[in-house]
């Protein structure tokens, strides 16, 4: 029974692989509500490619963000932290 899950897992594995490879950008997101995906298609639609922004309240630098989306496409902006404390997290994950 566990080297079947085992099996199982690993295909799984290998699937999800192979499918965040071909369509990861399709799904990808990080803003709480998909506000970062609606933008993209709106850029998308409107043919802008050279995207720059500026992000105040940056607060984490992944998770319920608005605009690191756009950083892992190659767009660059800055990023403004009021917090004093989420600052070196935002320097790491957004040098």
């Known amino acids: 029974m566990i080297?079947?899950?085992k099996k199982a897992f690993q295909v799984l594995r290998l699937i999800f692989r192979i499918f965040t490879k071909q369509h990861y950008k399709e799904y990808?997101?990080?803003a709480q509500a998909g506000e970062d995906k609606v933008i993209r298609l709106?850029?998308?639609s409107l043919?802008?490619?050279n995207i720059k922004y500026l992000e105040i309240?940056?607060?984490d630098p992944v998770h319920f963000n608005n605009t690191y989306l756009f950083?892992?496409?190659g767009?660059?902006?800055v990023c403004i932290e009021a917090n004093p404390k989420l600052v070196p997290a935002i320097k790491k994950a957004r040098p």
Do not use: K
């Open 57 to 59: 309240g940056t607060n």
């Open 75 to 77: 767009s660059r902006g």
């Open 47 to 49: 043919n802008i490619q």
């Open 3 to 5: 080297v079947a899950m």
């Open 28 to 30: 990808l997101g990080f």
């Open 71 to 73: 950083y892992l496409s």
């Open 42 to 44: 709106l850029f998308y």
